[in-house]
């Protein structure tokens, strides 16, 4: 094996180490980079949303801040609040004091929950007063319970044709919200 290389065997072996050092470049170097800018890349859209995440919930956050400050501004009797369900037995004492001296009628639907856990409990009402200030003052009472509810449907019907002066019959419907508390449901 002493024998000297011709040209072209030379040629060939130099051929050849190119070759074995461009695979190993590529190997060695080049596919690790690229597979890094891949992994890079990979991190950098995971930490873009996060981003986006924290962004939105300091959004949220900032929103309820806000909505925080103005419940905290309002004077305290028009603040309301939702009792934990069932609060049936505290509206019917409330009723009672608030229809006192009335001929009234009440009328209960079943009781709804939508998909944030509050409980709709509408109650229809009529009611006779003996005069516009009173029927005023009674809606008053009603709505200012200092829980969360909702008035709608509201009629006037005066014994004497005017709503101004006389007895006036009185009927629509009031809906209290109340929390259910996560994974127990209401009796309906």
């Not at 074995?20 to 690229?34: D, N, Q, S």
């Not at 400050?69 to 028009?78: G, L, S």
């Not at 004091?97 to 998909?115: E, H, K, M, Y």
């Amino acid at each position: 094996m002493n024998r000297s290389f011709s040209r072209r065997e030379k040629l060939l072996l130099l051929v050849l180490v190119l070759i074995l050092l461009v695979g190993l470049y590529f190997y060695l170097v080049h596919y690790p980079i690229v597979q890094r800018q891949d992994e890079i890349a990979l991190e950098t859209d995971d930490v873009l949303l996060q981003q986006e995440v924290a962004n939105a919930r300091l959004q949220m956050y900032n929103e309820m801040k806000d909505e925080l400050a103005i419940v905290d501004a309002m004077p305290a009797d028009q603040v309301t609040k939702m009792p934990d369900y069932d609060n049936i037995q505290t509206l019917m004492n409330l009723f009672n004091v608030i229809f006192a001296g009335t001929q009234q009628s009440l009328s209960f639907d079943n009781v709804r929950v939508n998909d944030n856990n509050v409980a709709e409990r509408t109650v229809r009402f009529s009611f006779t007063a003996r005069d516009y200030d009173h029927a005023r003052q009674i809606l008053a009472n009603l709505t200012g319970t200092g829980y969360r509810c909702l008035l709608d449907s509201l009629s006037f019907e005066a014994s004497n044709g005017s709503v101004e002066t006389g007895e006036l019959r009185v009927s629509g419907n009031i809906t209290f919200y109340e929390k259910v508390p996560a994974g127990s449901s209401p009796i309906m």
